[in-house]
């Protein structure tokens, strides 16, 4: 499992940097200011749930049932939180209107929150 969410946080934080660097290079000509600064969003969140996963991945003190739990939800979270937030802000590069994808931001968001929460409530249950 551990292989796993560390495979998992290596390609989310690689795909973060590209994207990055793609956002700061290739689309700040293309973009507005504003979904510029969007897409930086969907970046900074997508690399501090690489970084979480890395955590999950080394963590020693969570059952793995917790850990794949946490897994699935943090890949979920990223993927509809992130992934909608670079639908969105990129209209002018790709010509189409995802405004119908906006209600998968906050589902995003709500996952990774809750993917927090199951990583809180194993500790604080967790016998000393």
Do not use: R
């Not at 020693?60 to 917790?66: F, G, Q, S, W």
Request: aromatic share 12%.
């Amino acid at each position: 499992m551990e292989k796993k969410i560390i495979s998992a946080a290596g390609f989310f934080g690689m795909s973060a940097i590209i994207l990055g660097a793609f956002g700061a290079h290739a689309l700040k000509n293309i973009l507005t200011a504003e979904q510029l600064v969007s897409f930086e969003t969907g970046v900074k969140y997508q690399m501090y749930h690489a970084l979480f996963l890395l955590f999950l991945g080394i963590n020693t003190h969570l059952p793995l049932k917790t850990k794949k739990t946490i897994l699935i939800v943090t890949v979920l979270g990223i993927i509809c939180f992130s992934g909608s937030i670079y639908l969105l802000s990129t209209k002018a590069v790709t010509g189409i209107d995802f405004k119908a994808f906006g209600i998968v931001t906050p589902i995003g968001g709500a996952l990774l929150i809750a993917a927090w929460a199951v990583l809180t409530f194993n500790f604080f249950k967790k016998k000393q």
